[in-house]
């Protein structure tokens, strides 16, 4: 705690909290590249082992891979070792003749299991490649930048002192507007879901949701005040969120253990009213929760509301022999088969290669 002495100015001190990170890259030439798109589909061809942030890796190259038809080149990072516990990393793969011109830009921080593979399973299509400037005398080389990030740790830090100025705070609108859904005050329209009401002002959902704009100021008239509107197929938890969403632009704090089923429902009805910045928060954190319990129902979801990120991260997923597998026996994967047969016809041609 801070103290005066003597009336004299009060002491003060500051701590900094840190990452141990490690970073590094790794460089793959493929010559004779016209030779490599020869080898069976699926098949891959590894680099040399690299060492980043203490652990051993290798590139691996699937010249032959297939996405929907499209024949494309994959390229994954693969752990090359046995690890106690899961190693989070980012990761960008990008060609040499790039690295000039593109800032390095990471994407999320993946889970590394003992022998596991992440990467960009449609690094580019490959008649793109072959008529890229990177493609010089049937050869290119590309790049792939890892960054391994360890334990958090905090650290004394300097007090930095400022000269005296007008202190402005950070926005509290989003809590102003989050009291006013819970008061209720002003409210002007309620809803009826699943036998549970929920009163809330049409002017803010209006203003959040093209959809929400039409229906309560297209079909319905601004006199209709105090007027309810029944809400179909939604249980009542997952409105309550959405509505907690409108009025603050945050994602709803729930359980840990909810949290993967709330992100599934609340991506749907992100869609239903047109909330694209809601609808890539659920994918986000849908990313979180892919394994072989989850994969075929996230990748269902993905397909049916056009989330082309969460559907991506999913091929990912299964890109992995072992993953695919898991997968195809799980319950999830009845669904996936009976509501995304465009989606089955690549999940089979993964399992046939």
Not at 109 to 122: L, Q, T
Not at 132 to 157: I, P, Y
Not at 232 to 254: C, G, H, R, S, W
Request: net charge negative; glycine share 6%.
């Amino acid at each position: 705690m801070a103290s005066r002495a003597g009336g004299g100015e009060p002491s003060g001190s500051a701590s900094a909290i840190l990452a141990d990170t490690a970073s590094g890259y790794h460089i793959l030439r493929i010559d004779a590249y016209s030779r490599t798109t020869a080898t069976s589909t699926g098949e891959y061809l590894n680099s040399l082992p690299f060492t980043v942030g203490g652990h051993r890796w290798r590139i691996r190259y699937y010249p032959t891979a297939s996405h929907q038809g499209t024949k494309i080149t994959s390229l994954f990072l693969y752990l090359d070792e046995s690890v106690t516990e899961a190693i989070k990393v980012q990761l960008k793969f990008r060609f040499v003749g790039n690295v000039a011109e593109q800032a390095l830009t990471l994407g999320v921080v993946h889970s590394f299991i003992s022998y596991y593979a992440w990467g960009d399973y449609e690094f580019i299509k490959r008649k793109d490649l072959e008529k890229s400037k990177h493609l010089q005398d049937d050869s290119f080389a590309v790049r792939c930048d890892v960054v391994v990030t360890g334990e958090f740790r905090a650290e004394e830090a300097p007090v930095v002192t400022t000269p005296a100025s007008v202190s402005v705070p950070s926005s509290d609108l989003h809590k102003h507007l989050g009291d006013l859904l819970h008061s209720e005050k002003g409210a002007d329209v309620v809803f009826d879901v699943a036998g549970q009401t929920f009163a809330a002002h049409r002017c803010v959902l209006a203003a959040r949701s093209p959809v929400f704009s039409a229906e309560l100021f297209g079909v319905m008239k601004e006199s209709d005040t105090g007027v309810v509107v029944r809400i179909d197929d939604m249980e009542a938890q997952v409105f309550k969120a959405l509505l907690y969403f409108i009025y603050t632009d945050l994602f709803p704090n729930t359980a840990e253990q909810d949290e993967d089923v709330l992100s599934q429902h609340l991506l749907v009805a992100a869609d239903r009213y047109n909330l694209e910045r809601l609808k890539l928060l659920c994918e986000q954190k849908l990313c979180e929760y892919i394994d072989v319990g989850t994969g075929a129902t996230i990748l269902a979801l993905a397909e049916q509301h056009h989330c082309h990120g969460l559907k991506k991260v999913c091929f990912d997923f299964l890109s992995s022999p072992a993953n695919l597998k898991a997968v195809v026996t799980s319950d999830g994967f009845k669904h996936l088969s009976r509501s995304c047969p465009s989606v089955m016809e690549e999940v089979i041609g993964m399992l046939t290669n």
